[in-house]
């Protein structure tokens, strides 16, 4: 970790994830939860929607957090909607012209 | 407590002035003549660009139509009113009248329009005419 | 010359989008209830579009974060959920008339009834959003919308009393039957159409999916500078046909046919055509940019995949979004609802919402920590807070002088 100084409730919160590679959009931070143990309050991890996100997949942060989730699947809404309508639809996989 | 019931009474006359049936009922009249006479300016200009060679049929048609809908619902909630008074049955009779005859009018021309009978067309462009100066006045009748 | 070009495209673009069937029912509307006598909102309302959009633009280009990302950010969770709900259902409204817009304007060609072209523009539009790349769309349907220029050429072939209407603008009162009510409703429907909150949902998604940076300011000033006020020029001759032809016969407008009519008593069948396809374009266009937009505003609260860069099954939430609400469109226009009642109300509905999205973009547009060097100046903060003034009073008096009004009766 940076060891930055970010103020939680301007630069975390409600802020979009993105996927550090490929740019993907993965939802939003609601709410952080923080390690309270050491001297200063530090983030412990991200909380989207019922999944956390460890601080060590945090990779970079501006106007976004970007993150690479290793062992997360943050788009399953997307995929579900994916499988069982939007995909079926011909020509959902390709680009537009 | 005196005073109370002479302001509440104050109050209740000059409600009742506003309410004043006849009044009232020449408001509504010369509201309804005023959206009347706007149908009837609307079907007359289409008809008469149609007669002039500036619209298609298709267009004029529906423009015609659409006035003679708008007109159909001002009669129809203008008819449903109810006098009070004999004076506000003459004025009711009065605009309703008005207005039921510039409603046969647009049917008319649009029967016209739609036959192609240019003729007839050109005749109810002229009565619409008269018609829809006869509303204007009818509705400045009240503000 | 290549940039040149492409400059000159954007603001031609930006003309012919400026101009929806908001813009339409409400100025021919208004110039033959009221004459010119409240041109003066138009020009405050295209000052105010000016302002909103540029802030919005350069908050894409600075940060790459489009509008309703962002509005959920400053506003946190709950009151920016209540900001979605507000825009969304203004936005249905707006893609609602917009739809019914383009079925009008195939029956007046046609003779056949709006309601079976109905179902038949909702999904052309899904199909074009669907197949066909962002910049062509918007290119394709704001030049075409240019032909509405065809109401200036109709306002001058009238042979107006310039002098009258020059009276009219300099007298901004109501006259005849009409109160200071109905005026002030009016007022704020105009101010409502000129300043449409998805316009800023679009063009500031649009920055998104063009990958605009700072390099791109400058044309997306130009734009915005150019594009917008020349639209409201459009807006403007549209309500001088209906103040010629309309007030002085006591022709109130109700219907689309009678917003085109000028055209054909000046110009003949080729005016009509001519602005039978330009309604047609504007229609359309605006919307494809209203149902994207209803995807471009939850979407971006919640976090999902949007935009038209991925392919469609990437976004898919997106994309089902955008279904659901033209599906929802093509149920409301069935009940038969009058698609220009509609209209008027989604403008005046506009009105009400702006603030709610407003406020966050100023705000955003002041911190450097998104903005870098490119946060607002003194004289355009002066600018902007006059406007947030403006829009709160719209907003507070929209729903008491609905009513008052009987809806400007």
């Known amino acids: 970790m940076t060891g930055k100084i970010l103020h939680a409730q301007l630069h975390l919160m409600d802020r979009q994830l993105i996927e550090y590679r490929s740019g993907a959009l993965l939802g939003k931070v609601d709410d952080v939860e923080l390690d309270l143990r050491s001297e200063i309050p530090v983030v ?13 997949d945090i990779a970079e942060i501006d106007s976004a957090v970007k ?24 020509g959902a996989g390709n680009e537009t012209e | 407590m005196l005073r109370t019931l002479a302001l509440v ?48 049929n298709a267009p004029a048609t529906q423009m015609v139509s659409d006035a003679e809908k708008s007109i159909g619902k001002v009669a129809t909630t203008f008819d449903a009113l109810q006098p009070k008074t004999g004076h506000s049955r003459a004025t009711y009779d009065s605009y309703s009248k008005a207005l039921s005859t510039a409603q046969d009018e647009i049917t008319d021309l649009r029967i016209a329009l739609t036959n192609n009978d240019l003729g007839t067309v050109a005749d109810q462009v002229t009565q619409l005419q008269t018609l829809g100066q006869q509303l204007h006045r009818l509705g400045e009748q009240a503000k | 010359m290549k940039k040149l070009l492409a400059v000159t495209l954007g603001i031609l673009t930006a003309i012919g989008g400026f101009v929806d069937i908001g813009d339409l029912v409400t100025n021919a509307l208004v110039g033959a209830r009221f004459g010119m006598r409240l041109a003066w909102v138009v020009v405050v309302g295209v000052i105010g579009i000016c302002l909103y959009a540029e802030m919005s633009g350069r908050v894409v280009a600075m940060s790459g974060r489009p509008v309703f990302d962002l509005i959920r950010e400053r506003l946190g969770r709950r009151t920016g959920l209540f900001a979605l709900i507000a825009s969304f259902l203004v936005t249905l409204l707006t893609l609602i008339a917009e739809i019914g817009g383009v079925a009008l304007a195939f029956e007046l060609a046609s003779g056949v009834n709006y309601l079976l072209w109905m179902p038949l523009a909702a999904i052309a539009v899904w199909l074009v959003i669907w197949r066909v790349k962002f910049s062509h769309l918007e290119k394709v349907f704001g030049l075409l919308g240019l032909l509405l220029i065809v109401f200036a050429v109709a306002l001058w072939k009238l042979g107006p009393n310039w002098g009258q209407l020059a009276h009219q603008v300099t007298h901004p009162v109501p006259t005849g039957h009409e109160t200071w009510l109905t005026y002030a409703y009016y007022a704020i429907a105009l101010f409502g159409a000129a300043m449409t909150p998805y316009e800023v949902f679009f063009f500031s998604s649009g920055g998104v999916e063009e990958k605009w940076s700072r390099n791109d300011l400058g044309t997306e000033r130009a734009n915005v500078y150019l594009g917008f006020p020349l639209g409201g020029l459009l807006s403007l001759a549209i309500a ?23 055209t054909a008593v000046a110009l003949g069948k080729l005016g009509l055509a001519i602005v039978l396809v330009g309604v047609f374009a504007a229609t359309f266009g605006a919307a494809l940019e209203t149902a994207l937009s209803c995807g471009y505003t939850i979407a971006q609260y919640f976090g999902w995949q949007w935009g038209k860069f991925v392919r469609p099954r990437q976004a898919s939430r997106f994309h089902l979004i955008i279904v659901i609400c033209l599906a929802l469109s093509i149920l409301v226009l069935l009940t038969a609802v009058d698609p220009v009642k509609v209209t008027e109300y989604s403008v005046v509905f506009a009105a009400m919402a702006l603030p709610l999205t407003y406020l966050p973009i100023l705000i955003i547009a002041n911190d450097p920590d998104y903005m870098g060097e490119s946060t607002n100046g003194r004289v355009l903060n002066f600018l902007a807070l006059i406007y947030l003034g403006l829009l709160l009073l719209a907003s507070i ?3 008491p002088l609905m009513i008052v009004t009987k809806a400007g009766q």
């Open chain 1, 44 to 56: 412990a991890a991200l909380i989207s929607g019922h999944q956390r996100i460890p601080a060590a």
């Open chain 1, 67 to 90: 993150i690479t989730p290793y062992q997360l699947n943050l788009t399953k809404g997307d995929d579900w909607v994916e499988q069982h309508l939007i995909g079926k639809i011909p």
């Open chain 2, 9 to 56: 009474a104050t109050l209740l006359a000059v409600l009742a002035g506003c309410g004043d049936p006849d009044q009232k009922m020449l408001t509504e009249g010369a509201r309804a003549a005023r959206d009347a006479a706007s149908a009837v300016g609307t079907a007359r200009l289409a008809a008469q660009s149609a007669l002039d060679h500036k619209l298609w």
């Open chain 3, 240 to 262: 001088g046909c209906t103040a010629v032809l309309y007030l002085p016969a006591g022709i109130k407008v109700e219907t689309l046919g009678q917003v085109t009519l000028p």
């Open chain 3, 397 to 399: 008096a929209a729903i």
